[in-house]
């Protein structure tokens, strides 16, 4: 469903001119690392990652788009108020997440979530290649648009597109990763310290 997106999206880009680098054209894993090393290979360039959502709960629904960098709010702000206002789905808003390869991406980049695939009612949508291409030209719009955006307090006239608030996640993101490498340091710990009860009697005997 995503490359089906994506490859949507990059014929109508193809067409307004732009030149559209894939980080895959066929239904193959891509390590994260990769995928941001091809964004950062390329001056002036975008990185716009397209998704679909999942979630034990079958209720979760809606659009999201994420984003890091400061720099990449703008396009996120675009993108995302294309896809949220054209889609029949809620909005759950922007947010600012330190998703690997929107860390690791040093040109705008973001990652926009279309909608659950756990969700009946959005899956049956997705499930349409007209609904996919209607993804595919609003993810362009945005694309498009992206110079456009303006604070609301920008001197300038009237603003095609406003510059989105955003939920900052940046800190749920860190606090996992913290614990994460606290229970593994935790662990190493418990390891040594085993390893060390083993070999003091050895050392015990061996002076007695």
């Known amino acids: 469903m995503t490359l089906d997106v994506a490859q949507r999206l990059k014929k109508l880009l193809a067409g307004d001119g732009y030149r559209v ?32 959502n999942s979630a034990r709960r079958a209720g979760a629904d809606g659009i999201e788009t994420y984003f890091y960098s400061r720099d990449s709010l703008p396009l996120a702000s675009a993108v995302h108020h294309f896809v949220a206002g054209g889609a029949p789905s809620p909005n759950r808003g ?10 690791k991406a040093r040109v705008p980049s973001v990652l ?14 997705i499930s349409k290649s007209s609904y996919r ?33 955003y939920i900052d996640q940046t800190k749920v993101s860190s606090s996992k990763r913290s614990r994460k490498k606290s229970s593994k340091s935790s662990k190493r710990k418990k390891s040594r310290k085993s390893a060390g009860a083993e070999a003091n009697p050895r050392s015990e005997k061996q002076e007695g």
Not at 94 to 103: A, E, N, Q, S
């Open 133 to 165: 291409q209607k993804l595919a030209e609003e993810i362009a719009a945005g694309i498009r648009e992206r110079s456009n955006v303006r604070s609301s307090t920008s001197s300038t006239a009237v603003a095609t597109i406003p510059l989105q608030p």
């Open 21 to 52: 680098v894939m980080t895959r054209e066929n239904d193959v894993f891509v390590p994260l690392g990769t995928r941001a090393a091809i964004a950062n290979s390329y001056r002036n360039a975008i990185f716009v990652c397209v998704h679909f």
């Open 94 to 103: 922007v947010r600012r997440r330190g998703y690997y390869v929107l860390r």
């Open 112 to 125: 926009v979530e279309c909608g659950f695939l756990t969700n009946p009612n959005e899956a049956a949508y």
